[in-house]
């Protein structure tokens, strides 16, 4: 039968009229939500493996990771003017500072809340901030569940 929406001669779906291809795309549409936390645990799960593979990518192709990345700051200068105060008016911060949560002296990081500003933002020590963005993501998976 041929496919209603690519008009593909090809085996389709016998109650939608649709091939493999427009069913999974459809489906990926309606179900953006459970697709993105898919993904999510999937990164999570293979996280180490994903990680190993991108480096070495971006050595065997550093013109091409730099070239990518020169014209994504000339795409968004706003973004990088942010990262550059950021990192300049607060490097003092973070080595002076202390964790908001346990009141930690090392591995001390900036939380960002999003929008992304430079002036909004929580210091925190590497285990502190763990903790949030697992909340956050514990967060999005129990209302994915409850929807």
Known sequence: MECKICKINEETNKKRNMCVACL?????????????LYARKRYLRDKEKILEYTQQWQKDNH????AGIRKRRKKNPKHEAVIKKTIHF??????NG??????G?????????KPYRYD????????CHLKVHKK???????TWLSS
């Open 90 to 95: 607060f490097r003092d911060l973070r080595d």
């Open 98 to 103: 202390v964790c908001e949560v346990c009141k």
């Open 136 to 142: 956050e993501e514990e967060e999005k998976f129990r």
């Open 24 to 36: 999974t795309r459809e489906w990926r549409q309606k179900n953006q939500k459970k697709v993105k």
């Open 120 to 127: 909004v933002f929580k210091i925190l020590c590497r285990k």
């Open 63 to 66: 013109e091409r990771y730099r």
């Open 105 to 113: 002296k090392t591995k001390l990081e900036f939380h960002h809340i």
